[in-house]
């Protein structure tokens, strides 16, 4: 057994596997710039450091369920000019989350508030903060299953691992009783414990269209928005822009016809 080849079982060894494969361009970048011993080591460890640190990275991608990858850098606020974009970026940070605050992204359908939700998620795993992307419909379709199975107690203890949870389309349709309670209960697992960034279509004083009485829906919000930062996101469509802007047409003008 060679050297390099000795050196490769005492890292295996050691569990420092991701920097195996950099051995030799580290072996070279050394002898090319004569480093000293201790700058070898140094090297070796912060190279499986930064491996170590990209491979929980994309775990914690992965693990959140994220439909599709947004970022903050793809969205265009230039056409949301009534949007706090120093306040937005701000959430990247993460420090609503070590405070477990919420952030609640309400307005009209189509203007970008699964786009800023999910960018915002995303930029959580990257300071590898846990995160979980669900939807209000998928969230009580979990919840109904684990109820149903006599395992509701066991998938809160579960769920209260995500640092940040996303609640997308809340407010597309209404709950029956067992829903309303389920969601109410996993609201108030969630309070002062983990952070809530939840997008909705409706107005809070039209959430008791959502949920089956006005007593849940007071206990529901009173739990979301006691630390929380609401942002609201209306006007134009993203969606129903670029559609006009696909077929050459403006808002309000009649196609011509040929």
Request: glycine share 4%.
């Amino acid at each position: 057994m060679n050297k390099m080849d000795e050196l490769t079982t005492h890292l295996k060894t050691l569990r420092l596997c991701s920097v195996v494969p950099h051995l030799e361009q580290i072996f070279r970048t050394v002898e090319s710039q004569k480093f000293e011993p201790i700058d070898i080591l140094n090297q070796i460890l912060e190279t499986e450091i930064q491996n170590r640190t990209t491979n929980r990275i994309q775990r914690r991608i992965k693990q959140a369920g994220f439909p599709i990858i947004k970022t903050l850098a793809d969205f265009d606020f230039s056409k949301r000019k009534d949007l706090n974009k120093h306040q937005v970026l701000s959430f990247s940070k993460g420090t609503f989350v070590e405070n477990k605050e919420n952030i609640i992204l309400a307005g009209n359908p189509g203007t970008g508030k699964t786009h800023l939700a999910s960018a915002i998620a995303y930029e959580l795993c990257h300071q590898d903060k846990s995160v979980w992307f669900t939807t209000g419909a998928h969230l009580i379709n979990r919840l109904s299953q684990a109820k149903d199975e006599h395992q509701l107690t066991k998938w809160f203890t579960h769920a209260r691992k995500w640092d940040a949870v996303v609640i997308d389309e809340v407010g597309y349709f209404p709950y029956d009783k067992q829903d309303s309670e389920l969601f109410f209960q996993y609201i108030a697992e969630r309070y002062e414990r983990g952070s809530l960034i939840i997008t909705t279509n409706l107005p809070f004083d039209k959430w008791n269209e959502i949920f089956h009485t006005d007593r849940l829906t007071t206990a529901i919000l009173d739990r979301i928005v006691h630390h929380c930062h609401i942002i609201e996101m209306n006007g134009e469509s993203f969606r129903f822009a670029e559609a006009l802007q696909k077929k050459g047409g403006k808002k309000g003008e009649p196609k011509s016809e040929k």
